[in-house]
């Protein structure tokens, strides 16, 4: 048993090959063969050409906050220890968006626009999650200019 008391991912047929890649460290999504584009969350066919052709692809784990909130109530009770605690939504480079947790970054300096990049999250022996941190290069909150 390990401690980890938070929810995990459901893994079925169609996103078992994402959360596998990601407990390999390496985040892939469906690109479609037909149209090129990534897609996620995984599906069985293009939602843009409706083919079912597709590739899982490694992508780049780069892209910058498009939302985020705040939690200041704790809907889930594993959670209550860290309330406030944020969820950001992540449009990658290649597209997609990604729901996650920033690592490296405090609630009141979550912004629109902030580059980040993905980090691998061994939650359990099974099960690895996904988070992104700062991009490289980006000056830090508390950092002096
Ligand atoms: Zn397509």
Not at 54 to 80: E, L, M
Not at 83 to 89: D, E, G, L, S
Not at 112 to 128: A, S
Request: hydrophobic letters at 35%.
């Amino acid at each position: 048993m390990s401690g980890y008391a938070k929810p995990l991912p459901r893994i079925t047929p169609d996103n078992q090959d994402f959360w596998e890649a990601v407990r390999r460290h390496e985040l892939s999504l469906q690109r479609c063969a037909a149209c090129g584009r990534f897609r996620y969350p995984p599906s069985p066919v293009c939602p843009d050409c409706l083919s079912d052709r597709f590739a899982w692809t490694p992508v780049s784990g780069r892209g910058t906050v498009t939302t985020w909130v705040v939690f200041h109530k704790p809907y889930f009770p594993s959670f209550a220890d860290e309330i406030p605690y944020h969820v950001v939504q992540v449009e990658l480079e290649e597209g997609p968006r990604l729901t996650a947790n920033l690592v490296d970054v405090p609630n009141e300096k979550i912004r629109v626009g902030l580059p980040v990049e993905v980090v691998f999250d061994d939650v359990t022996p099974e099960v690895t999650l996904p988070r992104f941190r700062r991009a490289r290069g980006e000056p830090g909150p508390g950092r002096a200019s």
